[in-house]
């Protein structure tokens, strides 16, 4: 093997100085020439102590070249310490050594020449650089020739072109740079590029660079490389691969949020599928902490799904603490620590007055938002109705209540029917216009109020003497807003002898009634067809009103109650049976005979609005305490029907007390000829308005009993 020239020239240099190193601190102790040796030697042993406490590339070279001047140093001071040249003339023996030891280290200093690498390495040592990839034009040359020309490549990207260039040149590539990751002792980016120049990379894989590499196929990420402004290259023809055993494994062990997000939630099999998460916040006040989040495609809508959601971030999964919220393609997810709708909101007269477009505050939000209602609908200058929905003891007369207060101070009247005569409605009766408990009442107050909209619709205006439309807000306007309100309405439209009249006026009601001011409420456990809603009347309930959706009775029910309400059913917000924390392992409870937690809270008042945009919000509705006088949220008179407008109902005969228990006769059918007047109308089984039926015991009987049920 021919010996370089630099290593040569260096092993003459060592010979020549060692006499001098020798004599020097024998000769002049204080002497510039043995300060300059002692001088060098301590810059070489400070350069030795930081390369080898760094981890950059090529520290194993500083150690080596600093090593001579380090030991000259060490050589130097012993000198001085022995008498003389020392027993047995030491000083000269060890700068004899010196030069010898310095001369065989001589060419490991310059590993860099070709010819005198060291074997290659099996497993690339962890020296950490700046993540930057420089494009390095390097092409193949022709066979025989070396794969990559000298280009001056670092001792780590060489030996990581040994392990490429061992597993045969994946998918036909060769290995540009390698770029150790900092802080970890395996992590690396690798920069490919095509062996033939303007082809592009096709058949590589995660797996081929795994297997080079010898780690697993999770751990490599294959990336894109784009063009830079400083001259490298990109597109189809370069590749680079991103290989982190340490970082998976730390990711494994001990993930970071934003890594827990991508991996258990924003996955395809996540709670929350193709998301990314912006920000997390925690109000200690509030006792809450917020998950901000957005689709990575900024077209779809979330489809959140919160238990995964819980399970993925390893957070205790429980619907009365754990809300989204849902604004085109972001989120927001809050996490509280106590049930937030607990919290019982009074209401007060304050909250309850209309403003000037006739919004009221009904209730508020898991975040203390004010959320609104309307007593009328100001940009279509009509009436509104209202759907109220809930199984028994959700809340609906608490919100009767809130919503006839704020009606009533606003000026307008307010009927009440129930089926059922019940404490809380006898109660509101006292401050409204009219009220009545059962089905005869119910369907009295829609016929009076359907008539009222041809009364109203012959009402001359005092400004110009013609008819009008109603307009909410206008002084000029003779007649006062009418809100019916119909408490188990689906009961009462299933009655057996007014169910018909119900269905048919109610219905009428919503499709011609704004027109003339004239709002129907119904409230009721189902919304569907075959329990009096038809699908008209439901449309119309709808779209002019901001349904209210109490628990009815599981989370998939609530869905269904506001189906066609909203853009996305999906969003509807979960209303559990009670407020109950989840207490420990139920497994563990199992396992030690122990009894699962008192249930906890109830969620009466607990609602979902549909505001007009089509999304839901859950709140808690104002409280109002029946156990009190509800004066205070009530004006001091009873808002009435104007005069004409109860003559015109007297004269038609549907003004008086509807409380009488039993029909008059031809109220609601036609008295048969063959009948007394004066008898009391007895109800029949089956049809409604059928008389009790006579045995029929020939033709001519059954002939006139057919004439009778043929109208």
């Not at 092993?11 to 300059?36: C, E, H, K, S, V």
């Not at 001085?80 to 004899?96: E, I, K, N, S």
């Not at 129907?520 to 008209?536: D, E, I, K, L």
């Not at 109950?580 to 139920?586: C, D, I, L, Y």
Request: proline share 9%; net charge negative; with cysteine.
């Amino acid at each position: 093997m021919v010996l370089p020239r630099s290593v040569a020239l260096e092993r003459l240099a060592y010979t020549l100085t060692a006499p001098a190193l020798a004599l020097a601190p024998n000769f002049t102790p204080d002497g510039p020439a043995n300060i300059a040796v002692l001088l060098a030697g301590a810059a070489g042993t400070a350069n030795m102590l930081h390369a080898a406490t760094s981890r950059l590339p090529g520290s194993g070279q500083r150690i080596v070249r600093s090593f001579p001047l380090a030991l000259a140093a060490g050589v130097d001071l012993a000198a001085v310490w022995t008498p003389g040249y020392g027993p047995l003339q030491t000083d000269a023996l060890l700068a004899a050594g010196w030069a010898l030891l310095c001369g065989a280290l001589a060419p490991l200093s310059r590993t860099s020449r070709r010819g005198h690498r060291p074997a290659a390495v099996t497993q690339l040592p962890a020296l950490p650089a700046p993540l930057a990839l420089a494009a390095l034009p390097a092409p193949a040359g022709p066979e025989g020739e070396p794969m990559h020309p000298e280009d001056g490549a670092p001792l780590y990207t060489r030996s990581a072109r040994e392990l490429w260039e061992r597993s045969g040149l994946p998918g036909g590539t060769l290995l540009v740079k390698a770029i150790p990751h900092p802080d970890t002792a395996k992590d690396l980016t690798i920069l490919l590029r095509s062996k033939d120049p303007g082809r592009p990379i096709r058949s590589l894989s995660a797996a081929d660079v795994a297997a080079a590499f010898a780690v697993r196929e999770e751990e490599v990420a294959l990336a894109p490389v784009e063009q830079q402004p400083d001259g490298r290259q990109g597109g189809p023809g370069w590749l680079q691969a991103h290989i982190t055993p340490d970082a998976t494994a730390r990711r494994t062990k001990a993930p970071t949020l934003e890594e827990r997000w991508a991996d258990k939630v924003a996955g395809p099999k996540g709670g929350a599928p193709g998301t990314k998460l912006v920000a997390r916040a925690r109000d200690e006040e509030r006792k809450v902490t917020f998950y901000r989040g957005r689709m990575a495609d900024e077209a779809e809508v979330p489809r959140i799904d919160l238990a995964k959601v819980c399970r993925g971030l390893g957070i205790p999964d429980d619907d009365s603490c754990v809300f989204v919220l849902i604004d085109g393609s972001e989120f927001l997810i809050s996490a509280f620590d106590e049930p937030p709708l607990s919290q019982i909101f009074p209401a007060t007269r304050e909250l309850l007055t209309p403003d000037a477009k006739g919004m009221f505050v009904c209730g508020f939000t898991i975040t203390g938002q004010p959320v609104k209602n309307m007593v009328y609908q100001h940009d279509k200058n009509a009436a509104r109705h209202g759907l109220i929905l809930g199984v028994s003891r959700s809340g609906k007369t608490q919100h009767f209540a809130i919503d006839m207060a704020a009606q009533s101070l606003a000026g307008q009247v307010v009927w009440l029917s129930t089926v059922r005569k019940d404490e809380k409605t006898t109660v509101l009766g006292r401050y409204i216009d009219r009220q009545g408990s059962h089905a005869l009442w119910m369907a009295r107050s829609l016929r009076a109020a359907r008539a009222l909209c041809e009364i109203r619709a012959e009402m001359p205006w005092p400004h110009d003497g013609q008819p009008h439309d109603y307009k909410p807000g206008d002084p000029r306007c003779p007649y006062r807003q009418l809100n019916v309100f119909a408490d188990e309405f689906m009961t009462a439209a299933q009655d057996a002898d007014y169910g018909e009249f119900i269905e048919k006026d109610g219905d009428d009601l919503t499709v011609t009634g704004l027109k003339y001011g004239i709002g129907f409420n119904p409230a009721g456990q189902s919304p569907f067809a075959h329990n009096g809603f038809s699908t008209g009347m439901k449309d119309n309930l709808r779209q002019n009103s901001r349904p209210v959706i109490y628990n009815m009775g599981s989370p998939s029910a609530t869905r269904k109650a506001a189906e066609g309400t909203m853009e996305n059913a999906y969003d509807v917000p979960t209303i559990p049976a009670r407020y109950s924390r989840s207490e420990g392992s139920a497994i563990e409870r199992a396992m030690r005979g122990e009894a699962d937690p008192e249930n906890g809270v109830s969620t009466g008042g607990v609602a979902v609005i549909v505001l007009d945009n089509g999304r839901a919000v859950l709140m808690r509705s104002l409280y109002a305490d029946f156990d009190t006088d509800l004066a205070h949220l009530f004006p001091d008179d009873v808002v009435r029907l104007t005069d004409h407008e109860i003559s015109e109902l007297d004269k038609r005969g549907l003004w008086f007390d509807w409380s009488e228990p039993e029909e008059r006769p031809g109220e609601f059918r036609p008295i048969p000829e063959d009948s007394d007047e004066d008898e009391p109308r007895r109800r029949g089984g089956g049809k409604p308005g059928g008389k009790p039926r006579a045995e029929v015991t020939s033709a001519r009987q059954a002939l006139e009993t057919i004439k009778t049920l043929v109208p």
